[in-house]
C-alpha cells in the first residue's frame, strides 16, 4: 500500500516556475515508477511526466518537454516536478501516481495503483 500526498500548488503569473512535491508513505516507494497527472475542467485526466524508480529514465508530454522536469529521491520518498515557463493552459489541477513497471501504458491513468489527491495550479494572464 502506497499513500501519495501532494504540495506545492499555488497561483501563479504566466513565464513564473513553480514547484510541486508528492510525499509518498510505505516502504515499496523505491520500486514504484511516479509519474504526474493534471486535469482540467472539463477534461481528461492526462500525463506529465513520470520517472522510473531509479530516477535513470525520464519520460515527459510533449507540451512540457523543455519547461517541466520530473525528479525523485528515494531516502526521502518523494517525487518533485519542477515546472518552468508556466502558461496558462498549464492551469488544472495535478496528481501524482505510482504504479510497478514501465512502457507505453504509464501514460494511461488507468495503468496506475495508486494516486494523490491532487493540487491546484492556477497560471494567470
Known amino acids: 500500500q502506497v499513500q501519495l500526498v501532494e504540495s506545492g500548488g499555488g497561483l501563479v503569473q504566466a513565464g513564473g516556475s513553480l514547484g510541486l512535491s508528492c510525499a509518498a508513505s510505505?516502504?515499496?516507494?523505491?520500486?514504484?515508477?511516479m509519474s504526474w497527472f493534471r486535469q482540467a475542467p472539463g477534461k481528461e485526466r492526462e500525463f506529465q511526466a513520470a520517472i522510473t524508480w531509479s530516477g535513470g529514465t525520464r519520460r515527459y508530454a510533449d507540451s512540457v518537454e523543455g519547461r517541466f522536469t520530473i525528479s525523485r529521491d528515494n531516502a526521502k520518498s518523494t517525487v518533485y516536478l519542477q515546472m518552468n515557463i508556466l502558461k496558462p493552459e498549464d492551469t488544472a489541477i495535478y496528481y501524482c501516481a505510482a504504479v510497478r513497471g514501465w512502457g507505453d501504458r504509464i501514460t494511461a491513468p488507468t495503468a496506475y495503483d495508486y494516486w494523490g489527491q491532487g493540487t491546484q495550479v492556477t497560471v494567470s494572464s
Open positions: 510505505g516502504r515499496t516507494f523505491s520500486t514504484y515508477t
